[in-house]
């Protein structure tokens, strides 16, 4: 029997109720649930493994998103994120695309970019040459130094080499192109271009300096779209402000650096829920943004012949299921099992999909209700517990600073005591 991932009123429910439910969704074990209920699960034994000067543990909240429907398969979603509004707006979003199929999402290869820069070359043309020319062995020196990775059907695949003009000159790049199959890789990369640097630098007559993977990998894309049924949004008015947010912030970069922050909520949220490298994601994000020259979308919005919108969101997502904080940390490894992948790739084409959809949520927010009318009802909770709010008063205060329009903590602090005299 399939399983759905629309929860109705789920967000109403306790916090162990909640729980219980993703439990049975995922096929948790007892264990495993129990872990999520806890307030600090990563033991200072582990995280003091993962950085150096370990002083303490910063928890940050996970959630999961619902309603979410990808390639035909229902799923929730884990998300960790401290900003409000979030999680709840993705589950809309979902919400909504589900009337229409959901998201259709696909990926290339993991195949990521490790970079070795050449100076000092007295002829450049020829270098290039000399380089490809011995492309088989350098592959073959780049593979003898991860034999697993080449088992499992992954490894070094191609060698491409570029030249940069610089203030310093022209350099050479060669570029060793690996498939990591289901890890991200920088690691394996790294220890590649280490390996060939030697041979590279002999036979290009050049010095070799950088040894190092690239962040913007473009040969390691996801891609997800979506329709938007018109109805469910508000009307084909609300479709037409969408594509009009969307122009404004396919043109103008102050615009779109908040626009694609929008998208990054949901994909860092994710990201950072399965334990992978949410800096390495969102700097290839904005580079694959700026890629023509001009920073632009990441997304594409557009309206079809029945009146309904279209969104289309494509970007670099180099993202793995084995090593790093996936294989150390256990709630990166719950979240896993609550995703229930069982690729680098399908888990590539979930976060994208949900990128999709917070942007949705954040275009349709601003074209149809203002942003200020969701997100600050969400941030008045936090403010009244800044103030010192606790238990039933959190609500209580939040309510009444929502309804006077005046969410400050000066604020909080007066009802707060006028409440708590009662």
């Known amino acids: 029997m399939s399983k759905s991932s629309e929860f109705s009123g789920f967000y109403k429910l306790p916090v162990s109720e909640r729980v219980k439910l993703v439990k049975g969704f995922a096929g948790l074990s007892d264990e495993e649930a129990g872990l999520l209920e806890k307030p600090s699960v990563l033991s200072f034994d582990v995280a003091n493994r993962m950085v150096e000067n370990l002083v303490g543990v910063m928890p940050v909240p996970l959630g999961v998103a619902v309603n979410f429907v990808i390639n035909g398969r229902d799923l929730v979603v884990p998300m960790a994120i401290e900003e409000s509004s979030v999680i709840a707006a993705a589950s809309n979003a979902a919400k909504i695309a589900r009337m229409r199929g959901g998201f259709h999402a696909t990926s290339t290869d993991p195949i990521m970019i490790g970079q070795i820069q050449i100076v000092g070359v007295q002829d450049a043309d020829r270098a290039r040459l000399e380089i490809l020319a011995h492309k088989e062995q350098i592959?073959?020196?780049?593979?003898?130094?991860?034999?697993?990775?080449?088992?499992?059907?992954?490894?070094?695949?191609?060698?491409e080499v570029r030249f940069v003009e610089t203030f310093l000159g022209k350099m050479v790049i060669a570029e060793l192109l690996v498939d990591c199959r289901d890890a991200m890789g920088p690691n394996a990369v790294n220890t590649m271009a280490e390996a060939v640097a030697p041979m590279i630098?002999?036979?290009s007559g050049g010095r070799v300096y950088l040894r190092i993977v690239s962040n913007l990998a473009v040969k390691r894309l996801a891609r997800a779209t979506a329709i938007f049924a018109k109805e469910a949004l508000g009307g084909e008015e609300v479709v037409d402000g969408i594509v009009r947010a969307y122009a404004f912030a396919a043109a103008d970069p102050f615009r779109c650096a908040t626009h694609n922050k929008g998208i990054m909520n949901g994909v860092t949220a994710a990201v950072l829920?399965?334990?992978?490298?949410?800096?390495?994601?969102?700097?290839?994000?904005?580079?694959?943004?700026?890629?023509?020259?001009?920073?632009?979308?990441?997304?594409?919005?557009?309206?079809?012949?029945?009146?309904?919108?279209?969104g289309t969101l494509e970007m670099p997502m180099a993202v793995g299921i084995v090593g790093g904080a996936t294989a150390s940390n256990p709630i990166a490894k719950i979240a896993v099992k609550i995703l229930g992948v069982k690729s680098a790739r399908e888990l590539a084409e979930i976060i994208v999909s949900v990128g999709l959809a917070q942007n949705l949520a954040a275009l349709r927010a601003l074209a149809a209700e203002g942003i200020q009318r969701g997100h600050m009802s969400l941030h008045a909770r936090n403010i009244a517990i800044s103030a010192g709010a606790a238990g039933e008063l959190i609500d209580?205060?939040?309510?009444?600073?929502?309804?006077?329009?005046?969410?400050?903590?000066?604020?909080?602090?007066?009802?707060?005591?006028?409440?708590?005299?009662?």
Do not use: C
């Not at 592959?139 to 060698?159: H, T």
């Open 201 to 203: 630098e002999e036979v």
């Open 139 to 159: 592959l073959k020196k780049a593979n003898d130094q991860d034999p697993v990775l080449v088992s499992l059907g992954g490894g070094a695949r191609d060698v």
């Open 396 to 422: 209580k205060v939040a309510e009444q600073m929502v309804a006077e329009r005046k969410i400050r903590v000066d604020r909080a602090k007066e009802l707060l005591e006028k409440f708590s005299k009662r």
């Open 273 to 310: 829920a399965s334990g992978n490298d949410t800096r390495a994601v969102e700097a290839g994000a904005h580079a694959y943004a700026a890629r023509s020259g001009h920073y632009t979308s990441l997304t594409t919005w557009e309206k079809n012949a029945d009146g309904d919108l279209v």
